[in-house]
């Protein structure tokens, strides 16, 4: 099998502490990946816990994202929303103008979206919100790119995004595990989130060398993706994050 030309990035979500709850381990975390997906307040953080993310991000020389989501920090962002397509538009505007003024603030910029949780799964699920989303980045006075999970319709993203003038970019998951189909298991479901960080490791060196995967089942799933994302809540995976990242400089 033939080996990947394009080098992934390392993405990770960051800065979803809250007041004095919190969540994940991002000074341990950020200098080792390329891109900080940073939380927009509803699903979770806060303006200052925002600010220090993007000064810890731009300490390390990292992307900054925004990574938006359903207005609902009880539930971390993780349950689906019934939203208007004009509520949707809004909301992620909202959110990623957030982020841009505290980047702005401290001479930095936003260069992507990545949605969160619940609003990243539904956005996968369903045509009409994903268009939603790439109207509302192609609104915005800055260019933006979308980061999608990387699956069998990754053309069919494509052109969708190219009508309004966005860029995409597709992401597969170090420690999640697939279906046949190319989608993330249900975090309910047995093995939908990788605890071994042997098994996180194969992950990994599998979608360095080849960008293909095996489903639950056992199916090779072809993925070729631009970014690779650890979650910041599984410390399994947080745990393995340097070897991730070594793995992933030396295909």
Same mark, same amino acid.
């Given at each position: 099998?033939?080996?990947?030309?394009?080098?992934?990035k390392?993405?990770?979500?960051?800065?979803?502490?809250?007041?004095?709850?919190?969540?994940?381990?991002?000074p341990?975390v950020?200098?080792?990946?390329?891109m900080?997906?940073?939380?927009?307040?509803f699903?979770?953080?806060?303006?200052?816990v925002?600010e220090n993310t993007?000064?810890l991000?731009?300490?390390h020389?990292?992307?900054?994202?925004?990574h938006?989501?359903?207005?609902d920090?009880?539930?971390?962002?993780?349950?689906?929303?019934?939203?208007?397509s004009d509520?949707?538009?809004? #909301?992620?505007?909202y959110?990623?103008?957030?982020?841009?003024?505290?980047?702005?603030?401290?001479?930095?910029?936003v260069?992507?979206?990545k949605?969160?949780g619940?609003?990243?799964?539904?956005m996968?699920?369903?045509?009409?919100?994903?268009?939603v989303?790439?109207?509302?980045l192609?609104? #915005?006075?800055?260019?933006?790119?979308?980061?999608?999970?990387?699956?069998?319709?990754n053309?069919?993203?494509?052109a969708?995004?190219a009508e309004?003038?966005?860029?995409?970019?597709?992401?597969?998951?170090?420690?999640r595990?697939?279906d046949d189909?190319?989608?993330l298991?249900p975090?309910?479901?047995?093995?939908?989130?990788?605890?071994?960080? &042997?098994?996180? &490791?194969e992950?990994?060196?599998?979608l360095?060398?080849?960008?293909?995967?095996?489903?639950?089942?056992g199916?090779?799933?072809v &993925?070729?993706?631009d970014?690779?994302?650890?979650?910041?809540?599984?410390?399994?995976?947080?745990?393995a994050?340097a070897t991730?990242?070594?793995v992933?400089?030396?295909?």
């Amino acid at each position: 099998m033939q080996h990947r030309e394009v080098e992934m990035k390392l993405n990770c979500d960051m800065g979803e502490s809250f007041g004095s709850w919190t969540m994940g381990c991002d000074p341990l975390v950020m200098p080792h990946i390329h891109m900080a997906n940073i939380a927009c307040g509803f699903h979770a953080s806060d303006p200052l816990v925002m600010e220090n993310t993007v000064k810890l991000a731009q300490t390390h020389g990292v992307s900054i994202g925004a990574h938006p989501g359903y207005p609902d920090l009880m539930g971390f962002g993780r349950r689906s929303m019934k939203c208007s397509s004009d509520e949707l538009r809004t #909301m992620i505007i909202y959110q990623v103008g957030a982020l841009a003024a505290i980047c702005e603030a401290n001479g930095s910029r936003v260069a992507y979206v990545k949605p969160h949780g619940a609003l990243y799964n539904d956005m996968m699920r369903d045509d009409e919100l994903m268009r939603v989303i790439i109207q509302a980045l192609a609104s #915005m006075p800055q260019p933006l790119k979308l980061v999608v999970q990387a699956t069998a319709r990754n053309q069919h993203y494509t052109a969708m995004a190219a009508e309004q003038g966005v860029e995409l970019l597709f992401e597969a998951f170090a420690d999640r595990g697939y279906d046949d189909e190319g989608y993330l298991l249900p975090r309910t479901e047995p093995n939908a989130v990788f605890k071994d960080q &042997l098994q996180i &490791l194969e992950r990994v060196r599998r979608l360095s060398s080849t960008g293909t995967i095996r489903s639950a089942s056992g199916k090779e799933l072809v &993925l070729n993706p631009d970014t690779l994302c650890v979650h910041g809540d599984n410390h399994d995976a947080v745990a393995a994050i340097a070897t991730i990242r070594r793995v992933m400089d030396n295909g």
